[in-house]
């Protein structure tokens, strides 16, 4: 199976940026569409950016025009970029993978499902 880890989580002042890397070990990367997801202070995981197996990509409403995410096939990476964080982007920040279509809501961030896979979490703490 599958299994994820990220990094690239740490502090940043507010207005800068950071790259949150989810690597992927198994072979079957490349049959999984991949998404990265934050942590609500209830404990909720809301959708930020994902790339489906299709390269369908859904970018939170919230999030369009300060995030970017990319897979790196040759690399076995997902990779999102944030720009222009605010204190309100603290969070830990949480990889996924499934073999279907992730599928969840681009304007609340809500998942229609619970995805399979799940790397451990990175946190990004953004300092006013």
């Known amino acids: 199976k599958v299994q994820l880890a990220e990094s690239g989580g740490g502090s940043v002042q507010a207005g800068g940026s950071l790259t949150l890397t989810c690597t992927v070990s198994?072979?079957?990367?490349?049959?999984?569409?991949m998404g990265w997801f934050r942590q609500t202070p209830d404990k909720q995981r809301l959708g930020v950016a994902s790339?489906?197996?299709?390269?369908?990509?859904t970018i939170a409403d919230s999030h369009k025009g300060r995030v970017t995410v990319f897979r790196n096939n040759a690399k076995d990476t997902l990779t999102l970029q944030m720009n222009s964080l605010t204190p309100e982007d603290s969070t830990t920040y949480f990889c996924?993978?499934?073999?279907?279509?992730?599928?969840?809501?681009?304007?609340?961030?809500?998942?229609?499902?619970?995805?399979?896979?799940w790397g451990q979490g990175t946190l990004v703490t953004v300092s006013s």
């Open positions: 996924a993978a499934d073999p279907r279509p992730m599928n969840w809501e681009p304007n609340t961030g809500r998942m229609q499902r619970i995805l399979d896979v």
């Open positions: 198994g072979y079957a990367y490349r049959r999984y569409s």
């Open positions: 790339i489906d197996l299709d390269g369908h990509t």
